[in-house]
Nanobody, 130 residues
Framework: QVQLVESGGGLVQAGGSLKLSCAAS????????MGWFRQAPGKEREFVAA????????YYADSVKGRFTISRDNAKNTTYLQMNSLKPEDTAVYYC???????????????????????WGQGTQVTVSS
């Protein structure tokens, strides 16, 4: 069983930056592709970014491409989401997720659907004021 704990959320003005962290425990972190999703009030959870277990491949939603960067540190069992040029529409609860895609044939897999992930964190609130 993998536990995921997000941190780094908060209140920021439009144009500002935040860096989210997701610490994993209870499993072999390097076996997992990692993803970030977000959910705004009254909306469905949506994909933000993903990184393969190897770290060699990343994938972003069009709405955040060029502004957000996902990364991982397998030695620290942590994945990050650097968010720059934040907009009010980025306001949401941000969740990290882990999916077991170990093995060479999954070297570049970057899942973007919620059903492709096995474990979820509790979420961290990001609020961007205009």
């Amino acid at each position: 069983q993998v536990q995921l704990v997000e941190s780094g959320g908060g209140l920021v003005q439009a144009g500002g930056s935040l860096k989210l962290s997701c610490a994993a425990s209870g499993g072999t972190f390097s076996n997992y592709a990692m993803g970030w999703f977000r959910q705004a009030p009254g909306k469905e959870r949506e994909f933000v970014a993903a990184i393969s277990w190897s770290g060699g491949s990343t994938y972003y939603a069009d709405s955040v491409k060029g502004r957000f960067t996902i990364s991982r540190d397998n030695a620290k069992n942590t994945t990050y989401l650097q968010m720059n040029s934040l907009k009010p529409e980025d306001t949401a609860v941000y969740y990290c997720a882990a999916g077991d895609y170990s093995g060479s044939h999954y070297y570049t897999k970057t899942p973007s659907w919620t059903h492709e992930y096995d474990y979820w964190g509790q979420g961290t609130q990001v609020t961007v004021s205009s």
